[in-house]
């Protein structure tokens, strides 16, 4: 592939990700709100947070489906790659941040997350890119 069109890929599927992130909290905020009035504050918390990230998640494999990767692929197929990259990267981030965290008790949870998760969106887009779309 051109390098021009892999760098303004990575941009779309960059812009995606960012999108979505803002998705996920923009939901987990509303429906926190919304739940905390009717359930307790740690299961609307719960409840907020992966009803957040399935929605989230949706908006970014169609976004990425569509924009990002123009893909021709089955949609049965690469939804369930890109639930199980996206299970397996959540627990690759829990791991290894609590890893870190584990190895280095002085180190602040957020200073571990991000390094984590930063190489964890590279990874993400490689495994994407050659298996999911």
Do not use: W
């Not at 987990?28 to 504050?41: D, H, M, N, Y």
């Not at 829990?94 to 190489?119: E, G, N, T, Y």
Request: hydrophobic share 55%.
């Amino acid at each position: 592939m051109h390098e021009q069109t892999a760098a303004r890929r990575f941009g779309r599927f960059t812009v995606s990700s960012l999108l979505s992130a803002g998705v996920d909290l923009a939901a987990f905020a509303l429906l926190c709100r919304l739940l905390e009035s009717v359930i307790p504050t740690g299961a609307a918390i719960l409840v907020a947070t992966v009803a957040a990230r399935v929605l989230s998640s949706l908006v970014n494999y169609l976004i990425n489906y569509f924009l990002v990767f123009e893909s021709k692929a089955s949609y049965t197929r690469s939804a369930g790659l890109y639930t199980g990259i996206t299970v397996g990267k959540t627990l690759c981030s829990a791991l290894l941040v609590a890893a870190a965290v584990h190895i280095l008790p002085q180190l602040p949870r957020l200073a571990a997350k991000i390094p984590v998760d930063v190489l964890l969106f590279f990874v993400n887009y490689l495994l994407q890119k050659e298996f999911v779309y």
